[in-house]
């Protein structure tokens, strides 16, 4: 018989899809709460949505033990209330989404040789109260863009908005806004309908969506209930 070799590796996949579009005083980031591990589904209420600060939310795909632990790291090392004090008293201002964007980027950066198993999109309003959205590979590169999507379902999601939304390319000089031009109520309707059509094709991706809105009054959820089979 043919000598059999055990494999064994660190890191799952946990499926699940996430989406953040960015607007001129909005944006809005969903993700499912369906968490899964080959064919079978460990829970049907699990967020994928983590607050960062107070106009700063980030989603998260892929292996749900290393988002956790990134989570913690963020919170241990970074984002307790005393650090936040400090940036506040060095720089006369709250933490901003793009500042956050970088400290992000530099938390993975850190783990490259051992990365979190984790692709993020981070997305909340800039210094400007304008809309931005950041997205992210598992080694900390980070692009921002006026929309993007990660998880299992993106490569549905991702032709989807590029037909709806179509993003001016970042090549063309001068460089143009990136920011969508639907009103608030129209993205998040776009938003439902891109996961409705998702959870048709994509077994990973199903149960419930959860919806972040962020604007100038602060932060807004929502639900909506998606395929359960």
């Not at 201002?93 to 984790?118: D, E, V």
Request: hydrophobic letters at 35%; one cysteine or more.
């Amino acid at each position: 018989m043919p000598k059999q070799q055990a494999n064994w590796s660190p890191y799952d996949n946990n499926g699940g899809s996430c989406v953040a579009v960015s607007g001129a005083d909005y944006c809005v980031i969903a993700a499912d709460t369906r968490m899964s591990t080959g064919y079978n589904i460990l829970t049907r209420d699990y967020s994928k949505i983590c607050k960062l600060a107070d106009k700063c939310v980030m989603a998260s795909s892929g292996f749900q033990a290393d988002v956790k632990a990134l989570q913690k790291h963020l919170a241990a090392r970074h984002l307790v209330p005393l650090k936040i004090q400090i940036y506040q008293h060095q720089h006369n201002k709250q933490m901003s989404c793009p500042a956050m964007a970088q400290l992000l980027s530099n938390t993975l950066y850190y783990k490259r040789f051992f990365p979190y198993y984790s692709f993020n999109v981070l997305g909340g309003l800039d210094n400007e109260g304008k809309g931005c959205v950041f997205t992210y590979d598992a080694v900390g590169s980070y692009e921002k863009v006026g929309y993007s999507s990660q998880g299992s379902g993106s490569t549905l999601i991702m032709p989807f908005l590029d037909n709806q939304l179509k993003s001016p390319s970042p090549l063309l000089l001068p460089v143009q806004d990136a920011v969508t031009p639907l009103a608030e109520a129209e993205a998040v309707d776009l938003v439902k309908t891109v996961f409705a059509s998702a959870s048709e094709r994509d077994i990973y991706t199903g149960d419930k969506l959860e919806i972040v809105v962020i604007n100038a009054d602060g932060i807004r959820r929502e639900h909506m209930d998606l395929r359960k089979d």
